[in-house]
């Protein structure tokens, strides 16, 4: 059975995690033949280091969002020599969350507006022995709390854009997608957002690789005199938005 997952190439690591798992290798190995996500059926991924339980409820973290939880951390440490408090927006798993609540000495409150995103983002915090605040809501919506760090990995894909077919079929689409050219909860975000910021503050972003151009637009018509940063993935793709104000 190794022999067959290899051919469809699966790394040797997730293979040998699938076989200690597995309750029936050959059905997974039929769903993984219609491009069903590996990591779906392991049950859980390494992000930052750190185990995160994941299901059809909530997207798989990424490398890209590790290196925004990275970068995060470097602009933080940075700009800050206190307690932060941070909000993560559409939290998902929590793996960003619990990321930077390991890393960064911080109060942390995660938003989701889907109930079984919360309750394994929950479970995950637990399991990673932390503390978060978990709270069910859409974006900044009515929240009236200030805080010096936010960050969102929000949906950012346009409705007409190709991605991977395994993403597409199996990956819950309120995580992906977003209305206007999936700039949407940027704006979103951004509208409202003077409200929950302390005066000293880092906002940071992962974005789609075509729309650094439109999101700084957007940052200029709801902030000024703020430091906007595009940061590069490891394809040398613009991916992350960094906004600080010192």
Known sequence: MKDKLLKLG????????????????????????????IQYL????????????????????????????????????????KKIKILDLGTGSGSIAIALKKQIDSDVMAIDISDKAL?????????????????????????????????????YISYDEEIMECVKLYEPHLALYADNNGLYYYEEILKNIKNNLNSKYLIAFEIGYKQAESIKKIINKYLKNVEITIEKDYSGKDRYVFIKNE
């Open 119 to 155: 309750e394994l983002a929950q479970k995950n915090a637990i399991e990673n022995k932390i503390n978060i605040n978990f709270v069910k809501n859409n974006m900044l919506d009515g929240l009236s709390e200030k805080f010096d760090l936010i960050i969102s990995n929000p949906p």
């Open 42 to 81: 392991i049950g859980y991924v390494n992000f930052y280091g750190y185990k995160i339980n994941v299901n059809e409820n909530v997207l798989i973290p990424r490398y890209e969002t590790e290196l925004l939880v990275e970068k995060t951390i470097n602009y933080s440490k940075k700009l800050f020599n």
């Open 10 to 37: 699966i790394s040797d690591t997730e293979i040998n995690e699938l076989l200690k798992v597995s309750k029936d290798i050959e059905n997974d190995y039929n769903k993984l033949l219609n491009k069903y996500p």
